[in-house]
């Protein structure tokens, strides 16, 4: 795509993944301290396959090596305009650069292609999903998100414990009550469970396939666990495990679950059967701030880190507000939450595609 010197006087060219990239990539993302789950090439295939997004994902390359990535995901809607977010879809992205002399011409020259990308794409911003800001001039929505993790294991028992009383008590309520877990691929099953959570929360869902991509995707990274009332599926989740880390993304559970203390019982679970396979850190992925998910992490003794994403603002004048916080969705979701189930699952994926 381009070329250029970078900081020691090599040539730093940018390119876009392909098929004979791929596996350099994922090389790179596995060994990069910046890089994450959701820098893997794999979103790439998930997201145009199921989604019908195109995505850019470019690499930065000095050497015949690979020095850095920023997959960027092209959203454009009717109703919530034209983005270009790194990644799209995920609550993590935007530059991942390997240590180095060329480090910071490297996110220089990533920062100059993802632009000039946006330019081209005329869309309103440019968004990066990352942990910490690096663009002072950009804006920011410091305030709004705030991501959980902490250290699991070794032992299951001290986990527990560490779980502050009030939780810890829905977790050995769930225990007592006879529920039962088991691990497996099937997201057909959790699904239907998903979908009748995030419609109570009056949020639309994603189209099934998208689920099933993701596992056929990162199969050997992903699991999905699910929690029975006797013979009856009451909570589900759909957990990434990259490095060290257990990511639990994306969960819910039917209308039996609260009074089951199901939802508890489903994360002891994941993280029960994480420490026992060696996994060192439970990442229990982020939440609007003030809200009820918050809370829920906060009581089981996570503490928040604030979540400053960054936006490159180009036609849009001010950060978007593509969120269940801004007032002008209240009634939406409101009107949202007494849908029919069955009409809810057809209207929604056509809207949830587009909310990246």
Not at 6 to 17: K, N, Q, T
Not at 105 to 132: K, Q, S, T
Not at 177 to 195: C, E, K, N, Q
């Amino acid at each position: 795509m381009s070329s250029q010197p970078d900081a020691i006087g090599d040539p730093c060219s940018v390119h876009r993944l392909d098929a004979l990239s791929a596996g350099r990539w994922e090389a790179f993302v596995d060994s990069c301290p910046e890089a994450t789950f959701f820098h893997r090439a794999g979103w790439r295939n998930v997201i145009e396959n199921s989604l019908n997004h195109e995505c850019h994902f470019l690499y930065a390359e000095a050497a015949g090596e690979i020095c850095g990535v920023l997959p960027l995901v092209h959203i454009r809607s009717l109703l919530f305009g034209n983005s270009l977010i790194s990644t799209g879809f995920t609550v993590g992205g935007g530059p991942a650069v390997s240590d180095g002399p060329r480090y910071d011409a490297v996110h220089r020259i990533l920062d100059a292609a993802a632009e000039r990308l946006a330019e081209r794409l005329g869309v309103g911003y440019l968004e990066y999903r990352g942990r910490g800001p690096r663009h002072p001039e950009w804006a920011r929505n410091g305030g709004l998100y705030a991501g959980f993790r902490k250290p699991i294991g070794p032992d299951p028992e001290q986990d527990m414990l560490a779980i502050p009383r009030k939780q810890r008590a829905m977790v050995r309520k769930g225990i007592k009550s006879g529920l039962t877990s088991d691990v497996g691929d099937d997201a057909r099953r959790m699904h239907a469970i998903y979908a009748e959570s995030v419609r109570n929360l009056g949020t639309p869902v994603f189209p099934r396939r998208y689920f099933e991509q993701l596992m056929a995707e990162f199969g050997d990274n992903a699991d999905i666990v699910t929690v029975f009332d006797g013979g009856t599926p009451v909570a589900s989740v759909m957990n990434f495990y990259f490095r060290n880390e257990v990511l639990p993304y994306y969960g819910g559970g039917t209308s039996a679950a609260r009074r089951l203390a199901a939802n508890d019982f489903m994360y002891w679970e994941v993280m029960r059967r994480a420490v026992e396979r060696g996994f060192t850190l439970f990442d229990f992925g982020r939440s609007k701030i003030g809200t009820g998910a918050y809370f829920f992490k906060k009581n089981w003794g996570f503490q928040p880190e604030s979540l400053d994403y960054e936006y490159r603002l180009f036609s849009l004048g001010s950060i978007p507000e593509v969120n269940p916080l801004n007032p002008k969705y209240r009634m939406f979701i409101v009107a949202w939450k007494h849908l029919p189930l069955p009409l809810a699952n057809l209207i929604g994926p056509f809207l949830a595609r587009d909310l990246g």
